[in-house]
């Protein structure tokens, strides 16, 4: 039986919360070291290579019209992954990924199978409809796939899976625009009409693949993401292998489309094929997955409330916590007021609090659905659910019993037991609609035990 530990001190309680850091050794430094050269490595050799074909200028107006967009895009994820945001590394490991282990791949494949298609007199245009959407969806989405095998907990549901292949997908988005930009806009213009024809082209450029179509990439890689979250979620051993090969798969026909239609176009001279195609089944698309995501992003936030209720029960939240982690604008307001409680060091711990709150709903609802749940990883789920309360019950200690204004109060799973200024102390049932947090101490409980319903 597990309760509520105790603390002589915020700041006691504070260290007590997070976990215990990772001891480095040499084998976890030499695996880093490899993995984050040999990225680098494949993203210089990418640049290096391009440079080569259009020209040092070329290439620094590729990277300066590619880099535009990059931080609007990125900012969209990271604000998909508000509710529970994963370690930086990680994000960035994607990113990276995309940028230059997937570009590097798969332009060395379709350099391959470009000249393989012009040795047996094919199109060259069928490098684009066959190849490329295989290849770069299996590089793109090879980055995320990894972080889910060798972590898997950095990828606990849908948004994640959309977050991980999206930025890998923005990584190589920027570098392919940069190869584009550079020599299709301004290598190509300034060597027929000088430095303003170029600049003229990388306009044009910009407007088809940035402003126009910027989305294509990570609208494809989604789907893998899609996948992967499935995956997280799932509990039979079947989905978790089918639900990614099928994202992966919907990614390359989607992509493979795209690019059919743009061929299409560009060698019949038919312009309407590729507005037809871009009108009538990429933005519908487009506008479907928008849908999409900010609906999942909202259910996170729910998630809270509908599966922490037996914590509620058990003295492990009081009411109004659960209902201040429903949105975005309700965990705002309550690191504001741990801020004007307690400082800033309130505020850490509020928001601290209101991530790991987020974990246990996660976990909770995994074991509800059969993850985690099989013999040899109850402990280990049982662990984290141990580890997950003793954290968030010393990050509350930060912020109770600080605010001057309020009588103290305890809440015992039922009722609070509020001390009134006559020194009684009465008992109160909770509302049945809490709007605010009530900053309560808690009476000890059991953690809420196996079987889980």
């Not at 040499?26 to 074909?53: D, K, N, S």
């Not at 012009?118 to 995320?144: F, S």
């Not at 209101?354 to 996660?362: G, I, M, W, Y």
């Amino acid at each position: 039986m597990s309760h509520p530990p105790q603390f002589s001190t915020p700041g006691l309680a504070l260290a007590a919360a997070p976990p215990p850091p990772n001891r480095v050794d040499l084998r976890r430094g030499l695996t880093l070291f490899a993995v984050i050269g040999g990225i680098a490595l494949c993203g210089i050799g990418v640049l290096v290579y391009v440079g080569r074909h259009i020209g040092p200028v070329a290439l620094a107006v590729g990277i300066g019209s590619a880099l535009l967009p990059v931080p609007l895009l990125v900012a969209c994820f990271l604000w998909l992954d508000r509710y529970e945001p994963k370690p930086v590394k990680y994000l960035a490991l994607a990113f990276a990924w995309g940028a230059g282990v997937a570009t590097a791949i798969s332009l060395l494949v379709n350099t391959l199978a470009s000249q393989g298609f012009e040795r047996l007199r094919w199109n060259d245009i069928l490098v684009g409809i066959l190849v490329a959407p295989v290849i770069e969806e299996l590089t793109k989405a090879a980055g995320p796939i990894l972080i889910f095998w060798r972590r898997r907990k950095a990828i606990s549901g849908l948004i994640d899976g959309i977050v991980f292949c999206g930025l890998s997908a923005t990584g190589f988005a920027m570098v392919e625009n940069i190869l584009y930009l550079g020599n299709l806009g301004y290598a190509q213009g300034a060597e027929q009409g000088g430095a303003l024809v170029g600049a003229a082209g990388v306009v044009r450029v910009f407007l088809a693949r940035i402003v126009m179509s910027g989305f294509a990439h990570p609208l494809f890689t989604a789907m893998t993401g899609i996948g992967l979250g499935l995956a997280a979620r799932a509990a039979r051993r079947g989905v978790r292998w089918l639900a990614p090969l099928g994202g992966l798969l919907a990614a390359m026909l989607l992509h493979g489309s795209w690019n059919t239609m743009a061929s299409l176009g560009q060698e019949l001279r038919q312009g309407y094929i590729l507005l037809y195609g871009y009108v009538s089944v990429m933005m519908p698309i487009f506008f479907g997955m928008v849908g999409l995501v900010l609906w999942l992003r909202s259910a996170e936030g729910r998630l809270a409330e509908r599966v922490l209720s037996p914590y509620v029960q058990a003295g492990w939240f009081s009411p109004p916590e659960i209902a201040a982690l429903g949105t975005l604008g309700r965990r705002s307001a309550a690191r504001r007021w741990a801020r004007q409680v307690a400082g800033d060091a309130g505020a850490k711990a509020m928001r601290a609090y209101q991530f790991e709150a987020t974990r246990l709903a996660l976990l909770r609802d995994g074991v509800r659905r059969g993850v985690g749940m099989a013999p040899h990883e109850v402990q280990g789920t049982l662990g984290e659910e141990r580890r997950l309360l003793t954290a968030l019950a010393a990050y509350r200690q930060v912020f109770t019993g600080r605010d001057p204004h309020l009588p103290r109060a305890w809440w015992d799973g039922a009722h609070y037991h509020i001390a009134f200024p006559d020194g009684a102390v009465r008992a109160l049932r909770a509302s049945a609609h809490p709007v605010v947090p009530v900053p309560v101490t808690f009476v000890p409980r059991p953690v809420p035990g196996f079987p889980y319903r």
